[in-house]
T-cell receptor, first 113, second 113 residues
Framework: GESVGLHLPTLSVQEGDNSIINCAYS??????FIWYKQESGKGPQFIID?????DKRQGQRVTVLLNKTVKHLSLQIAATQPGDSAVYFC????????????FGSGTRLLVRP | DGGITQSPKYLFRKEGQNVTLSCEQNLNHDAMYWYRQDPGQGLRLIYYSQIVNDFQKGDIAEGYSVSREKKESFPLTVTSAQKNPTAFYLC????????????FGPGTRLTVL
């Protein structure tokens, strides 16, 4: 069945360093992927998305890379700041409905001062 | 301000009581969703609705019910049949044309005593 998972449950980085959060997906037919950031006790916030016809997309301090060959998605955060500390989820658009997203279990990013 | 709201932020109920969680959006979105999140876990889909007066079960619908009488409102009732209702509940909405991003509310933390 469809599934989206993350390799590392917790990532600790030094402030100012770059962070890379990884995600594996199993449905090669998925055509849309999205990264969310969730701070403690709050709802997830959109960070960046990417369609399957792209390999890379950049936002402000964030880059998403999509490797369809190995079904791997990554989120890169440049110059990580304390405010980046949160749980990050990748999500995949489900194929049985145009509007359902399938979420991974999340990676907690801890930024050390 | 356009957005999606959930109320209340914290809710306490006695075991065996039904409880209804509110979700309202003024984004003119057709699709709305309810997710459940347990500590350290990802989001699991309870119910979703793509249009007024229509809704579908998600992955964990047992013990929950919803209604969609108005476009802007999608209340979730947690019934006494739900075996383990204590969780963080998140509501989301999305457009039905083109966009895939779901916008999340701030969440309601339900504790059943």
């Amino acid at each position: 069945g469809e599934s989206v998972g993350l390799h590392l449950p917790t990532l600790s980085v030094q402030e100012g360093d770059n962070s890379i959060i990884n995600c594996a997906y199993s449905n090669s037919a998925s055509d849309y992927f999205i990264w969310y950031k969730q701070e403690s006790g709050k709802g997830p916030q959109f960070i960046i998305d990417i369609r399957s016809n792209m390999d890379k997309r950049q936002g402000q301090r964030v880059t998403v890379l999509l490797n369809k060959t190995v079904k791997h998605l990554s989120l890169q955060i440049a110059a990580t700041q304390p405010g980046d500390s949160a749980v990050y989820f990748c999500a995949e658009k489900g194929m049985d409905s145009s509007y359902k997203l399938i979420f991974g279990s999340g990676t907690r990013l801890l930024v050390r001062p | 301000d356009g957005g999606i709201t959930q109320s209340p932020k914290y809710l306490f109920r006695k075991e065996g009581q039904n409880v209804t969680l509110s979700c309202e959006q003024n984004l003119n979105h057709d699709a709305m969703y309810w997710y459940r999140q347990d500590p350290g876990q990802g989001l699991r889909l309870i119910y979703y609705s793509q249009i007024v007066n229509d809704f579908q079960k998600g992955d964990i619908a047992e013990g929950y019910s919803v209604s969609r009488e108005k476009k802007e409102s999608f209340p979730l009732t947690v019934t006494s049949a739900q075996k383990n209702p204590t969780a963080f509940y998140l509501c989301a909405s999305a457009t039905s044309s083109g966009g895939n991003e779901q916008f999340f509310g701030p969440g309601t933390r339900l504790t059943v005593l």
